[in-house]
Every structure is written in structure tokens, then in C-alpha cells.
């Protein structure tokens, strides 16, 4: 196969994005690598910190320890720790060991979490006490995991604790590094399931390298920066890009849920320069700013993904900000990240009023060196990539996408492989977003909704991202959320809505009047001249990794019972 190697993976050194924190250990030992927080007293957060130096030396013990334990290079290792000191010294001692990190969002539920490690197969498995609990009580993978380490007490599974791992690893030795190569197997991240079943997504050490390089290069990301680590797996990243991690203290399966004062605190106290948070989260920091006249002077950038960020959350983040701080959205996926941006400086009121108007919502400009083009839609595998197959800009079909961070495979899922990746006609490897997309004549990128989720009349496709945008303009709608119920092809478009907290009407006169004015848009646009049904909805179901997506399959199964 014909695949964009990173830079740093054609030197003939080896290809391990743990080198990078050996590097900063070097460079700046005393330098801060982590902030993770101890408790709450009197309202305030505490924090306890770990150098460079720490931060390297800790790793490198741990990886001894699972050496001297039997863990062996390759080996898969399921993880299940809170984010903290703990679970970056353990991370990064599996990539300095060359054993593979297993990674499963706990939030996903207990019966795909138990499939998803089912199919990992597991050698050993790394957690705290209550995730070994439910490992024994809920049998997870009983059949290949062999060996367990305990964050806390041991109780009668066996294995060893986290202190008896480090024991074993402590002393002098050398550095540990393994020789991993580019096409190595470096770890394998769970996909959250949020519109289809969770799939392993196989990252090689090539992979991690480029999104460094590619990280670093596109939001300019300088050694010295201090990053907000609200998503966990994306703060990985920030000993290999040189910056000091902040873990805030938030439940990081519930976003939506973080205290805004909580966020406030760590980024005054360590002068936060760089977020990456999803849309959910950020609607709770831009509205508390808002509220209270907030300003983050600090901060220089503000990342978003996991699903299209609102046009108000961006205006309200880059209002607290100075006026050289940006908000970006970059766009992309767990099999691919990233594949494009937008910044708020770029997100002007003609691009904001397209969205409004049904245009769909435009995530900017591919991220070199990727490409990406716009694939005639289909549901079906596409086995060779051919020019007949790509559609000029203006058109709609599925984005999809080539670059030194797409990945090649799912972990033993080898139909939804085929379903996901096409071979172009040179050998290289082109990933499937599953998003339907176009160009616009500018070269910029248009998203307009999952594939999986389109409705599909008679008439022809509708596009949630689309559609939606049109009816969140509506004066008491939070949010909605298009389904279709029937067969595809004769499917009848239903709106779901989840009304705006706040208003001094009762709910039935509020409800009347937005079912009202959800019709007249609907008259306006030729294609939603079919859209007659609104249902109200107290919550809408979203993915439990960014708390963003809408879960529009289970909202559909919900309204199949609305009489």
C-alpha cells in the first residue's frame, strides 16, 4: 500500500511519540509536564504537579515493571484509569515498551464495553479497583486477560498493584525505548458507537507521530503552552507538543455537566493558553463567561470537535478572549484527525448565514498535507477508487479522505473495513468519513450530516446538520433533531424538538407556537414542504464521549411510540 509516511518517521530512528516526552525531559526537567487536582477545600480545587523529569523517570519505571511482570512488547493492554498522573506515566509506558494500549470509553455502557474488549482480547488489563471489580463480576474477556494491575487495593482477583509495578520497575536503568517501526501497531482506540457500533480503530505508531507533527504545525503550537485537558485522549498529545497539561476536575464522560468556576480557577491559576473541549462543555464556559462579564485573557486558542459547534458557542468563547485568541473547529474523526478547519477570525456572517439557511456548516480548508475529495453517495463498498467516483465542488455525496493520519483498519472487523476504506488506483488508502459533504467553488468544505442518518423521501434526501439549522433559529428552540420513520425512500420527515429553558409561557402555548413557526420555515424551503410533524422532546439522547451528538436512532425509536 502506497501511505504518506511523517517526516520524523523516515529518519531511521525509531517511529514512538514517546521519544518526545524523553525529549522534554532532557530540555526542560524541571518544567511543569502535569497539573492534576487532589480534591476541593472551601470551594477551590487543589492541585498537586509533576515535572518533566518526574513525569519521564515514572514511566520509564513503570514500563520496567510490566517487563519484569511479563507484559511483553506487543502484548495488548486495556486501560481504564481516570486521567491524572497515573494514567499519562502508564500511557506513555506502554508506548516506551512497545505494548499496545487498549482504549474504550466506559461511558459507551457496560454490554458494548464487554464486546468491545471481547473482540480486543486483551493480554492484560490496567484499572482501578471498581473497573476490576466489574472485570470480575461482568467477566470482561475472562479468556485472554492473563495479567491485571490494580490502581488502590488488590482484593481477590490476583495479579499486582500499581505500587508493586513500580517497585519492580524502580532503580537505576537505562532509558526505555522501544524500536517500534512506522507500521507498528501502536494502539487500539474504541470509536464511541455514537451511530453505529463501537469499532476498534487500529492506530500504528506512524499515525500518532503525524498528528504531532500535524498538530504542531496547524494551530502553530509552541514548546511552553499550557493545555486545558478537558477530552483525556486528546491531551496525550501534550508532553510530545511541549505543553504543560492541566486536568481539570470534571467528570470527563460528562462534559455537559462540568463546573464553569471549576474551569475558571485552573485556567487563571495556570495561565491556560490552549483548550480542547467539545461543543458541550463550551457552551458551559462561553455562557458562564458571558453571564458574568468573564474574560480569559490568558488564552490564546480554543479547539473544538466531536460534533458541528454552534455559531453562538463560538461567538460567546471569542468574546472572552483577547482579540489575537481564536476559536477553531477542526473537523475530523477517531479514524482520522485532522482533516480540516475553520477558526472564528474565518467564520464570518456570510458563512454563518448560509448555515442558517440550510448550506449545511462549513468546517474550512483541508489540513495539509491531507486529501480530500467528495465521493458519489452510496451505501454500499466501494472496492477501487476512480475519478468516475468523485463529484465536482457544488455537489453533495461523502467526504472522504488521504493523509499521513488516516488510518487503515478496525480491530477484526474486517466488513466494516471494506465498507470504510477504498483503494485508489496508485495503492493508497482513502477513509470514509461517513459524513455527506461538498466543496464550494472557494475549496472549502462543507459538512451536512452523517450518511447513516439522512432521511429519505420519496422526494428525495434530507440531511439533519442541514435541516436543523434552519429550525434552530426558531425563537424557543434549544435544538432539533430530523428523523425519518418508514422505509428508506419513503420515509416521512419528523422534527424533534427540546424546547428553550426560561420562558415565561406555559409549556403547552410554547409548544404550540414554535409547532407553528417550525411549519411556516418549512414552507419556505421546497424540499421541506413534507415536514408537518413536531414532536417535543424533555431531553434529547447525545454520545456519552462529547455529550454533543444528537442520538437521532433512538430519538426515531422514540417517536415510533408517540401516538
Given at each position: ?12 530512528k525509531p517511529?514512538n511519540v ?9 530540555e526542560?526537567?524541571?518544567?511543569a509536564?502535569?497539573?492534576y487536582?487532589?480534591?476541593v477545600r472551601?470551594?477551590?480545587v ?10 519521564d523517570?515514572?514511566?520509564d ?9 511479563g ?5 495488548r493492554?486495556?486501560?481504564m ?5 497515573d494514567?499519562?506515566a502508564?500511557?506513555f509506558?506502554?508506548f ?6 487498549v482504549?474504550i470509553?466506559?461511558g459507551i455502557g457496560l ?5 468491545c474488549l471481547e473482540e480486543?482480547e486483551?493480554?492484560?488489563f490496567i484499572?482501578i479497583t471498581k473497573?476490576q471489580i466489574a472485570?470480575?463480576l461482568?467477566?470482561w474477556s475472562?479468556?485472554s486477560i492473563r495479567r491485571?494491575v490494580?490502581?488502590g487495593?488488590?482484593?481477590g ?8 509495578l513500580a517497585?519492580?520497575?524502580e532503580?537505576?536503568?537505562p532509558p526505555v525505548l ?7 501497531t ?7 458507537g455514537?451511530t ?5 480503530v487500529v492506530y500504528?505508531?506512524r ?13 502553530d ?6 493545555d486545558?485537558?478537558t477530552f483525556?485522549?486528546f491531551?496525550l498529545?501534550?508532553p510530545a507538543l511541549g505543553?504543560?497539561?492541566v486536568v481539570?476536575?470534571m467528570?470527563?464522560?460528562r462534559?455537559a455537566?462540568?463546573?464553569?468556576r471549576?474551569?475558571l480557577?485552573a485556567?487563571e491559576?495556570?495561565?491556560v493558553?490552549?483548550i ?8 458551559v ?12 485573557p490568558?488564552?490564546?486558542?480554543v ?5 458541528a459547534v454552534?455559531a453562538?458557542?463560538?461567538e460567546?468563547m471569542?468574546?472572552?478572549?483577547t482579540t489575537?485568541g481564536?476559536v ?6 477517531t479514524e482520522?484527525l485532522?482533516v ?7 467564520m ?5 448565514a448560509a448555515t ?17 475529495k467528495?465521493?458519489r ?9 476512480h475519478e468516475?467516483d468523485l463529484?465536482?465542488?457544488?455537489e453533495?455525496g461523502e467526504?472522504?479522505?488521504q493523509?499521513?493520519?488516516t488510518t487503515?483498519r ?5 466488513a466494516?473495513?471494506r465498507l470504510?476504506k ?6 493508497g488508502?482513502w477513509h470514509r468519513m461517513?459524513d455527506?459533504g ?19 423521501t420519496a422526494?428525495?434526501d434530507?440531511?439533519?446538520?442541514q435541516?436543523?439549522a434552519?429550525?434552530?433559529?426558531v425563537e424557543g428552540?434549544?435544538?432539533?433533531a430530523?428523523?425519518g420513520l418508514?422505509?428508506?425512500g419513503?420515509?416521512v420527515?419528523v422534527?424533534?424538538v427540546e424546547?428553550r429553558r426560561?420562558h415565561?409561557a ?5 409548544e404550540?407556537?414554535?409547532?407553528v413557526?417550525i411549519?411556516?420555515h418549512a ?5 421541506l414542504?413534507?415536514?408537518e410533524r413536531v414532536l417535543?422532546?424533555?431531553g434529547?439522547?447525545v454520545?456519552t464521549?462529547?455529550n454533543s451528538k444528537?442520538?437521532r ?8 411510540k408517540?401516538?
Amino acid at each position: 500500500m502506497n501511505v504518506p509516511q511523517p517526516d520524523s518517521a523516515r529518519s531511521g530512528k525509531p517511529c514512538n511519540v514517546a521519544a518526545a516526552l524523553a525529549e522534554q525531559a532532557r530540555e526542560r526537567p524541571d518544567s511543569a509536564a502535569i497539573h492534576y487536582p487532589v480534591g476541593v477545600r472551601q470551594g477551590r480545587v487543589l492541585y498537586h504537579s509533576a515535572s518533566y523529569a518526574k513525569l519521564d523517570a515514572l514511566s520509564d519505571c513503570y514500563a520496567r515493571g510490566l517487563a519484569h511482570y511479563g507484559v511483553e512488547r506487543g502484548a495488548r493492554v486495556a486501560l481504564m484509569v481516570p486521567p491524572g498522573l497515573d494514567f499519562f506515566a502508564l500511557f506513555f509506558a506502554l508506548f516506551k515498551a512497545g505494548i499496545v494500549p487498549v482504549l474504550i470509553d466506559p461511558g459507551i455502557g457496560l454490554k458494548p464495553l464487554k464486546q468491545c474488549l471481547e473482540e480486543a482480547e486483551p493480554e492484560a488489563f490496567i484499572g482501578i479497583t471498581k473497573a476490576q471489580i466489574a472485570r470480575v463480576l461482568l467477566r470482561w474477556s475472562p479468556q485472554s486477560i492473563r495479567r491485571t494491575v490494580t490502581i488502590g487495593p488488590r482484593l481477590g482477583w490476583g495479579g499486582v498493584t500499581l505500587a508493586d509495578l513500580a517497585r519492580r520497575g524502580e532503580g537505576a536503568g537505562p532509558p526505555v525505548l522501544a524500536d517500534t517501526q512506522p507500521d507498528e501497531t501502536a494502539a487500539v482506540l474504541f470509536t464511541s458507537g455514537s451511530t453505529g457500533i463501537p469499532k476498534g480503530v487500529v492506530y500504528d505508531h506512524r499515525h500518532f507521530v503525524a498528528q504531532v507533527e500535524m498538530l504542531r504545525n496547524t494551530f502553530d503550537i509552541r514548546p511552553g503552552e499550557v493545555d486545558l485537558a478537558t477530552f483525556p485522549p486528546f491531551a496525550l498529545f501534550d508532553p510530545a507538543l511541549g505543553m504543560t497539561t492541566v486536568v481539570p476536575y470534571m467528570d470527563p464522560t460528562r462534559p455537559a455537566k462540568a463546573n464553569p468556576r471549576y474551569l475558571l480557577q485552573a485556567i487563571e491559576q495556570f495561565s491556560v493558553s490552549n483548550i480542547f473541549g467539545s461543543p458541550a462543555l463550551l457552551k458551559v464556559l462561553g455562557s458562564y463567561c458571558e453571564k458574568h462579564d468573564q474574560q480569559l485573557p490568558t488564552l490564546k486558542r480554543v479547539l473544538s470537535a466531536g460534533a458541528a459547534v454552534p455559531a453562538q458557542t463560538v461567538e460567546k468563547m471569542q468574546r472572552a478572549m483577547t482579540t489575537g485568541g481564536r476559536v477553531y473547529t477542526p473537523y475530523g474523526a477517531t479514524e482520522c484527525l485532522p482533516v480540516a478547519v475553520i477558526s472564528s477570525a474565518q467564520m464570518n456572517p456570510e458563512l454563518v448565514a448560509a448555515t442558517r439557511t440550510g448550506r449545511g456548516t462549513c468546517v474550512g480548508y483541508p489540513v495539509a498535507p491531507n486529501q480530500v475529495k467528495i465521493l458519489r453517495l452510496t451505501d454500499e463498498v466501494v472496492k477501487q477508487l476512480h475519478e468516475t467516483d468523485l463529484l465536482p465542488a457544488g455537489e453533495l455525496g461523502e467526504i472522504i479522505v488521504q493523509g499521513p493520519t488516516t488510518t487503515e483498519r478496525y480491530w477484526r472487523r474486517d466488513a466494516q473495513t471494506r465498507l470504510a476504506k477504498i483503494v485508489d488506483e496508485n495503492g493508497g488508502i482513502w477513509h470514509r468519513m461517513g459524513d455527506a459533504g461538498y466543496f464550494d467553488h472557494e475549496g472549502r468544505l462543507w459538512f451536512c450530516g452523517r450518511k447513516s442518518q439522512r432521511v429519505q423521501t420519496a422526494s428525495g434526501d434530507l440531511f439533519a446538520d442541514q435541516v436543523e439549522a434552519i429550525f434552530n433559529t426558531v425563537e424557543g428552540v434549544e435544538r432539533s433533531a430530523l428523523i425519518g420513520l418508514g422505509e428508506p425512500g419513503q420515509q416521512v420527515p419528523v422534527l424533534c424538538v427540546e424546547l428553550r429553558r426560561g420562558h415565561t409561557a406555559s409549556k403547552a402555548t410554547l409548544e404550540h407556537a414554535v409547532a407553528v413557526a417550525i411549519r411556516e420555515h418549512a414552507t419556505q424551503h421546497d424540499s421541506l414542504r413534507g415536514l408537518e410533524r413536531v414532536l417535543f422532546h424533555p431531553g434529547f439522547p447525545v454520545d456519552t464521549r462529547h455529550n454533543s451528538k444528537i442520538g437521532r436512532e433512538k430519538l426515531a425509536l422514540w417517536a415510533l411510540k408517540q401516538s
